[in-house]
């Protein structure tokens, strides 16, 4: 019922920078906690970012001073500012929204930093 639409992915040099959006469906926005995932070729999808309904933060030790997130109620869209892009960054990054016991996942949105 809920869907999750990524958007912003691409192709970036090393330092450069780029913006995810994830746009929500549904009237409920406000109420969910939301998060920012990625995952790497041959690797296990690990937590990059994330924020809380009341837009407390909370970010990985790989983003923290590169990578801001936040949200747009008004919206419904939670957005991934990346700056400072490393090829390791490199990977499929997923949102997540989550509210009471519900999870829902977006298809993902694929970075890739690269010369």
């Known amino acids: 019922q809920v869907q999750l639409v990524e958007s912003g992915g691409g192709l970036v040099q090393p330092g450069g920078s780029l913006r995810l959006s994830c746009a929500i469906s549904?009237?409920?926005?406000?109420?969910?906690?939301m998060g920012w995932y990625r995952q790497a070729p041959g690797k296990q999808r690990e937590l990059v970012a994330t924020i809380s309904s009341g837009s407390l933060t909370n970010y990985a030790d790989s983003a923290k001073g590169r990578f801001t997130i936040s949200r747009d109620n008004a919206k419904n869209t939670v957005y991934l500012q990346m700056n400072s892009l490393k090829p390791e960054d490199t990977a499929v990054y997923y949102c997540r929204a989550t509210v009471m016991a519900s999870v829902y996942w977006g298809q993902g949105t694929l970075v890739t930093v690269s010369s």
């Open positions: 549904g009237s409920r926005f406000s109420a969910y906690s």
